[in-house]
Every structure is written in C-alpha cells, then in structure tokens.
C-alpha cells in the first residue's frame, strides 16, 4: 500500500525554463542552443547537481572554456532567480494528496546554491513532510544511495512509497530500491494528463 508519494522538482513541479529564460536575457536562440548544449547538458550541470562544482565559480569557468560567448555567459549567471517557475498545478495537487492522507517528499537533483534560491519561494514546499536536495547531500539520482538516504533519513519503507520524476533512468533506480514508481510526461496545457494519471493511481478524486 503506498502511503508516500516522493517528489523530484524539476519539469515535475516546476519548469527547468533555460532556454526561454535565455530568449528573455536577449540572448539569440543561437546563442542559447550553443549554450544550452555545451553548458547546461553537460558534465558540468550534473558536477552542480552533485554538489562537486561550484556555481558561484560557473560563470569564469564557461566565459574561459567559450570566450566566444562571453557576454551571453555572464548575463546567464547574473541572477538566476528566474530560471525556474513553478508550474501553477503544483501546490494544489500537493495539497489534494496531502488532504488524501499521503505524507509528501522531494527528491530532487539540485545544485545548492540554486536550490538556496529558488526552493524558499517553491509555494508547494510548505505541504511537504521532507526532502533531500542532492547538490547538498553529495549523491545524485539515479544513484541508489540517494533514494536509501530518504528512506533512512524520514523512516520511510521503500515499498509504501511511489516515486515520481521526468526521467525514466530515475524511476528505474527508484524501482530497484524498492520503490513504486511513475514517470511523469512533459507538461501540456494547464493540467498535463500527468497530474490526472496520478490522482487516478492513488484514487484521489
């Protein structure tokens, strides 16, 4: 029976918006392709998700390894405040769980600055029971020690809980911890199809 439902953040309930926060900086689409490529889909985004890569030391690393770039670069790392919105369904399907009698957890790959600064503002956090943000914690999904950390961390037993994430490699993982698990699809129009999938899993009108 589940009783938990553990959450990843981004593009699940709130939107990784890079490209258009980009467009928004004055930024070219072209520009922000190459960007988006060779910056945000790279080694080092993920070296930030873990913790291991300082934001704060991002914006000279890519101006020296993309000279090229160096305007659009340091606009990007200006103020990232606006690079993630929250999806408007978010706090409300929170809370509708919640009023259903499931316990809430975030689980999310999250470099630690970014998640200093976005994560205060997140409306759907304070309906939450937990999280575990892996730029802080050193361990990233789809590792198994991270879903064993919020087990151990929240007295959690894998088996009660469905893990919820964009990414199919994470949901996987979260299966062989002993988690149920559901991939959520991209969003589409106000209330994607995932949010109406998922209250019909947990019947929950």
Request: aromatic share 14%.
């Amino acid at each position: 029976m589940i009783k938990n439902v553990v959450f990843d953040v981004g593009m699940v309930l709130a939107d990784f918006r890079w490209h258009d926060y980009m467009t928004d900086l004055g930024i070219s689409s072209e520009h922000a392709g190459f960007l988006g490529k060779n910056m945000i889909k790279t080694k080092y985004w993920d070296e930030m998700d873990l913790g291991i890569f300082d934001e704060n030391s991002a914006c000279e690393f890519f101006c020296t390894l993309y000279p090229g770039y160096k305007d659009d670069i340091e606009k990007f790392w200006k103020d990232l405040t606006e690079i993630v919105w929250e999806y408007d369904y978010a706090e409300g399907m929170i809370k509708d769980i919640k009023v259903a009698g499931f316990n809430v957890y975030l689980l999310s790959n999250y470099p630690p600055k970014l998640s200093e600064l976005h994560w205060p503002g997140f409306k759907f956090r304070k309906h939450t029971d937990g999280e575990v943000i892996s730029g802080i914690e050193k361990v990233a999904k789809p590792d198994l020690k991270i879903y064993k950390l919020l087990c151990d961390r929240y007295s959690l037993n894998p088996s009660e809980c469905l893990f919820i994430d964009d990414r199919e490699i994470n949901v996987d993982a979260a299966k062989k911890s002993g988690m149920e698990g559901f991939v959520w699809e991209p969003q589409k129009g106000t209330l994607p199809d995932s949010v109406k999938n998922l209250k019909k899993m947990l019947a929950i009108d």
